[in-house]
C-alpha cells in the first residue's frame, strides 16, 4: 500500500467513526424518548426555548411527507435505502479522490442522518408497540405496531426561540401568533441539515485542491 493509499484509508476510517459516533447517540435519544415518553409529551430542558417534545412521523424530515398513503411511505424508505448505499459509496470516493476534512466530514453528517432516520423507518415497526398516552414497549421482532419499512421516524428536539403574538399594525398578519423556530427534529435531522448548509456556505473554502502524493507525505 502506498503512502497516499494508506492516508486515504485512515481519512475513510475517520469519516466511517464519525457517522456512527452520531448514529449511537441519535438512536440512543431515540430510543429514550420512545420508552419514557408517552406521545405529544413535553418537557423542558433549558427555560422554555429548549424542549423535549415526543412526536412520530411518518415522512422526511422536520416532519415533512410525500403523502397519507402506505405507498408514499415505502416509496420513501427504499428511497432513503438507496441514498444511504449511494452514500457510502460516495463518500468513499471523495476520499480516494483526496478532497479535503471539510467536505469528507460534511459528508459524514449528511450520511449519518440519513442512515439514523432510515434505521427509525426500517425497523422501529418490528420491535416497538405503538406510542399514544402510554409509553411503548420494546417487544419482540416483528410484534410491533407496523411492518418492515413502515416504521415511524422519532422527532423529539424543539427550539421555540420566539413565542410571541404579532402586533395588529402588522399587515394581514397582525395579532396572530408566532413561533420561531417551530420544527421538532432529531439528530439525525440535525446532522444532516449541518452538513449540507456548510457545504453550501462555505464551499468555495471547502472543496479545494485534492491531495497529492507530496503534500500526503508532508502531512
Not at 503512502?3 to 456512527?20: D, E, M, N, P, T
Not at 479535503?100 to 449519518?112: E, H, K, P
Not at 413561533?179 to 479545494?208: C, M, Y
Amino acid at each position: 500500500m502506498t503512502l497516499v493509499q494508506r492516508h486515504h484509508s485512515v481519512k475513510y476510517r475517520h469519516a466511517i467513526f464519525i457517522v456512527l459516533v452520531i448514529i449511537v447517540c441519535d438512536q440512543l435519544l431515540k430510543f429514550y424518548i420512545k420508552t419514557h415518553f408517552y406521545y405529544g409529551q413535553e418537557i423542558n430542558v433549558l427555560g422554555n426555548w429548549f424542549r423535549l417534545h415526543f412526536i412520530e412521523n411518518e415522512g422526511m424530515a422536520f416532519g415533512m411527507r410525500i403523502n397519507q398513503a402506505d405507498t408514499g411511505k415505502l416509496i420513501l424508505t427504499l428511497f432513503r435505502l438507496v441514498a444511504v448505499v449511494f452514500g457510502f459509496y460516495l463518500l468513499k470516493r471523495l476520499v480516494s479522490k483526496g478532497y479535503g476534512n471539510g467536505v469528507i466530514i460534511c459528508g459524514s453528517l449528511i450520511l449519518a442522518g440519513a442512515l439514523g432516520n432510515l434505521l427509525d423507518s426500517m425497523f422501529y415497526g418490528l420491535i416497538f408497540t405503538e406510542s399514544s398516552f402510554h409509553m411503548a414497549r420494546l417487544v419482540p421482532w416483528g410484534h410491533g405496531y407496523g411492518r418492515f419499512l413502515h416504521g415511524r421516524v422519532v422527532d423529539m428536539l424543539y427550539f421555540p426561540l420566539i413565542d410571541t403574538k404579532l402586533p395588529n399594525w402588522i399587515p394581514f398578519v397582525g395579532g396572530n401568533d408566532f413561533e420561531f423556530f417551530e420544527p421538532v427534529f432529531n439528530i439525525a435531522d440535525a446532522a444532516i441539515s449541518t452538513g449540507v448548509l456548510i457545504l453550501v456556505f462555505f464551499q468555495k473554502r471547502l472543496v479545494h485542491k485534492k491531495i497529492t502524493a507530496k503534500t500526503a507525505t508532508t502531512q
